[in-house]
């Protein structure tokens, strides 16, 4: 776009959106979100952005209800300041497992966030391994998808496959959903895959393991998820592999979402490294378990996405062929 780029960050992810910024060789630009005592949220872009390409990153992370409605209305307030275009960056995106109408007279919450999102003022958006695919299909503006795979492969590939043999491997997806999902995993690293076979009886975040499908004896388990929340997925998949035998437990996911008491459950469980990216801020208590959690630097993927959107670009080319498939 032959227009003068500009990055803001929300108040959710700054971290994420200042590593995003000094790779793109920008500052961020200059905002004010201001909490009235009647907790109505005012925002206030601090920066000319008459006829700019704007960027907007905001993450879904807690408290998750208010970062989504500052999202909306910075997306108003850059609209109503005559930005050129909007493209709204969610490297978590919000309600995001609210993706179909799997019960009787509930709301398919994914679909009304991207409602929402455009209705603000989005032109484009921009995310990272949606939970489902069809919730790209929500927009009916340009909504673009980039996949953390490549970091995970040169992390596996450089750290994980020089400690051990990457034939001592196998992969392990968290459930029916990541199987498909992520099946260019098996494409790219050429392992043997196991699955999960879980379901949920019910909403109390207790995931039932019966089986899991695929030869896990001796191996090295690595379990692939999309995101970890109150890591009742990975703990029972843990205890499960360890019963049958798996000789080492490693986990990777997207999402670091760890909510309520994600982070002692799964330093007490048989897993020992959590791979993670970086597209929710995590609490100080990972960082003093830096023996056991290893987060992985997704800044460089969306700065690259950015600059690529902006000038108009193909996202597709920073991904290899495996994943260029699926993105
Ligand atoms: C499945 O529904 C997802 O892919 C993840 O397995 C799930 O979101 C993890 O949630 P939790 O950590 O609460 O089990």
């Known amino acids: 776009m032959n227009r003068e780029m500009i990055v803001f960050s929300g108040s959710s992810h700054p971290g994420l959106a200042g590593a995003i910024a000094e790779r793109l060789g920008s500052r961020l630009g200059r905002s004010r979100v201001v909490k009235f005592s009647n907790e109505n949220l005012m925002v206030r872009i601090e920066d000319n952005v008459r006829e700019k390409d704007v960027f907007v990153i905001q993450t879904s992370s807690s408290p998750v209800n208010e970062t989504l409605v500052e999202l909306l209305i910075f997306l108003d307030a850059l609209r109503y300041a005559s930005a050129a275009r909007v493209t709204a960056v969610l490297p978590y995106f919000p309600y995001c497992r609210s993706d179909k109408k799997d019960e009787p007279r509930i709301s398919v919450a994914a679909r009304l966030m991207a409602d929402l999102i455009q209705a603000a003022g989005a032109d484009r958006v921009l995310t990272m391994d949606l939970h489902s695919p069809q919730i790209q299909g929500f927009f009916r503006i340009p909504a673009d998808q980039l996949l953390a795979a490549p970091v995970f492969f040169d992390y596996f590939n450089e750290v994980l496959f020089k400690e051990e043999s990457k034939e001592d491997f196998v992969l392990v997806m968290g459930d029916h959903g990541a199987a498909k999902k992520f099946s260019y995993y098996f494409d790219e690293l050429q392992l043997p895959v196991a699955i999960m076979d879980k379901f949920r009886p019910d909403h109390t975040e207790k995931p039932v393991i019966r089986q899991v499908i695929g030869k896990v004896r ?71 378990h830096a023996d056991r959690f290893v987060l992985l630097d997704l800044s460089p993927l969306f700065a690259r996405a950015i600059q690529c959107i902006h000038n108009g670009d193909s996202l597709s080319d920073l991904f290899p062929p495996s994943v260029k498939r699926r993105a």
């Open 218 to 288: 001796g191996k090295a388990a690595l379990i692939i998820d999309d995101e970890i929340a109150s890591g009742g997925t990975l703990v029972e998949a843990a205890k499960f592999l360890q019963k049958e035998g798996a000789k080492r437990i490693l986990a990777a996911a997207v999402h670091p979402v760890l909510s309520g008491r994600a982070v002692e459950s799964l330093v007490a469980s048989p897993i020992e490294r959590i791979i993670v990216g970086d597209t929710v801020p995590v609490r100080p208590k990972v960082r003093d």
